[in-house]
C-alpha cells in the first residue's frame, strides 16, 4: 500500500498526530508519501524549511519520499500526486479556522472529500 500524507508545514509538532500515522504505516506496512502544495507564485519561507525538517524527524524511520507540488488548487494538486503515484490513502489534518474563514470560505479538507476517488483519512491535531 501507498499512503500520502498532505501537510502544510505549519506548528508541524504540535499538529501532527504521529502516532496514529505510524500505527497505520506499520500495520499496513505501506509507504509514505510526504506531499506539500506550493501555490505557483509562492515564496518558501525560513519557517516552512523548518517545520519541513520536523516532520522529517518525525518520520525518518519509515523513509517517505517527500514532494512538493505546484498547484494553485490544493484539491487539484493532491488529486493529482494521488493518481500519478497510485496512492492507496490520503492522510489529511484538517485544520480550524476563524469565523471569518468558515463563512467565506470552503474548507479544504471538505472539498477534497467530495473531489476525490479514494479513501482520505483525517485525524484532527
Same mark, same amino acid.
Given at each position: 500500500?501507498?499512503?500520502?500524507?498532505?501537510?502544510?508545514?505549519?506548528?508541524?509538532?504540535?499538529?501532527?498526530?504521529?502516532?496514529?500515522?505510524?500505527?497505520?504505516?506499520?500495520? $499496513? %506496512? =505501506?509507504?509514505?508519501?510526504?506531499?506539500?502544495?506550493? !501555490?505557483? @507564485?509562492?515564496?518558501? #519561507?525560513?519557517?516552512?524549511?523548518?517545520? #519541513?525538517?520536523?516532520? %522529517?524527524?518525525?518520520?525518518?524511520? !519509515?523513509?517517505? =519520499?517527500?514532494?512538493?507540488?505546484?498547484?494553485? @488548487?490544493?484539491?487539484?494538486?493532491?488529486?493529482? $500526486?494521488?493518481?500519478?503515484?497510485?496512492?492507496?490513502?490520503? $492522510?489529511?489534518?484538517?485544520?480550524?479556522?476563524?469565523?471569518? @474563514?468558515?463563512? !467565506?470560505?470552503? #474548507?479544504?479538507?471538505?472539498?477534497?472529500?467530495?473531489?476525490?476517488?479514494?479513501?482520505?483519512?483525517?485525524?484532527?491535531?
Amino acid at each position: 500500500r501507498k499512503i500520502g500524507f498532505a501537510c502544510d508545514y505549519e506548528k508541524v509538532i504540535e499538529s501532527t498526530p504521529v502516532e496514529p500515522l505510524k500505527k497505520i504505516i506499520r500495520d $499496513f %506496512n =505501506a509507504e509514505l508519501y510526504v506531499l506539500n502544495i506550493a !501555490f505557483h @507564485d509562492a515564496e518558501i #519561507s525560513a519557517e516552512k524549511i523548518n517545520e #519541513s525538517m520536523y516532520i %522529517n524527524v518525525l518520520l525518518k524511520e !519509515f523513509n517517505p =519520499a517527500y514532494q512538493t507540488i505546484l498547484s494553485n @488548487d490544493i484539491t487539484e494538486g493532491i488529486n493529482w $500526486f494521488a493518481e500519478e503515484q497510485k496512492l492507496d490513502w490520503i $492522510f489529511v489534518i484538517p485544520k480550524k479556522h476563524n469565523l471569518v @474563514d468558515k463563512m !467565506f470560505s470552503r #474548507s479544504k479538507t471538505k472539498e477534497l472529500l467530495y473531489q476525490t476517488t479514494i479513501p482520505v483519512l483525517c485525524i484532527h491535531e
